[in-house]
């Protein structure tokens, strides 16, 4: 068993060939802190066992990924995203985790005005049940060219107003991605502005290959791209954020390696490039 290395989460996506449990057992035997679940990884075990287990492994659960997709054309789809994500927030109060992430959502061809509208109303039918549940919950902005079908939010600057529109509920906040905002001139003045309102709930890292080959699946491990991760790090913890740098990599390379070969880079990459 390594030592655990404080700060440093890993999301189960960036090891997806694993089930969860030998996620749990390999982060923890790596020297990983903390861990992010997916909701895929309730489809063998309930929420609850794979909350114990994390528990009992001594990793720390930092989040549960993913709600959201709240825009639909049709109030039927609005209505059936609004009960999906009050049961991931059970899904989250059960294993424990503190945040849902929320990938906001977007429609083909909807204005994404429109979208953010529908987003705003679906997240406020969320907030009671978070509230009750003692689940917060994190907006993640993510990178403009997801605009299309995948979150009307693209900014941390939207994020930021879109938890004012709601009037600024504790329960609501951001999950600061830097795959999704690195590029964002605005970034250092609007985690700063989030940091004031108390809404910095996650911080999510990996790295921006050149050149991408898949805007969804190709991204890098720390140190291999061109994200500032340092200074990025630097605007979280001047704005107040004190918590994990979460490891979450989508990367079909990566899922076609030796998952322990592949862990122990993102744990060395990481003790080089975030800690
Ligand atoms: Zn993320």
Request: aromatic share 6%.
């Amino acid at each position: 068993m390594a030592e655990a290395i404080p700060g440093l989460a890993v999301h189960t996506i960036t090891t997806k060939p694993w089930p969860v449990e030998r996620c749990i057992d390999e982060y923890a035997a790596a020297g990983v802190s903390g861990i992010t679940l997916w909701r895929r990884d309730f489809e063998r075990l309930p929420a609850a066992a794979v909350g114990r287990r994390v528990r009992e492994a001594g990793l720390e659960c930092c989040g549960l990924a993913r709600g959201g997709f709240f825009p639909a054309v049709e109030a039927a789809g609005r209505r059936a995203a609004v009960e999906d994500n009050l049961r991931a927030i059970d899904e989250a109060a059960a294993c424990g985790a503190p945040v849902l992430v929320l990938v906001c959502g977007a429609v083909p061809g909807q204005p994404l005005a429109e979208s953010r509208k529908q987003i705003a109303e679906g997240i406020s039918e969320c907030v009671g049940h978070a509230r009750a549940a003692g689940v917060k919950l994190a907006i993640e902005p993510l990178h403009p060219m997801y605009a299309g079908d995948r979150s009307a939010v693209v900014t941390m600057g939207q994020a930021n107003d879109l938890c004012d529109v709601l009037g600024s509920p504790a329960e609501v906040g951001i999950a600061v991605d830097v795959y999704h905002t690195w590029w964002d001139a605005a970034l250092e003045v609007e985690i700063a502005r989030a940091g004031e309102a108390g809404r910095l709930f996650s911080y999510h890292v990996c790295d921006w290959r050149l050149p991408t080959e898949d805007l969804l699946n190709d991204r890098g491990l720390m140190g291999e791209g061109c994200i500032d991760l340092a200074g990025i790090r630097g605007m979280m913890e001047r704005a107040g954020f004190t918590g994990p740098s979460e490891v979450e990599i989508f990367s079909d390379r990566r899922w076609a390696q030796v998952q322990e070969v592949w862990l122990e880079e993102v744990v060395a990459a990481w003790v080089r490039h975030c800690g």
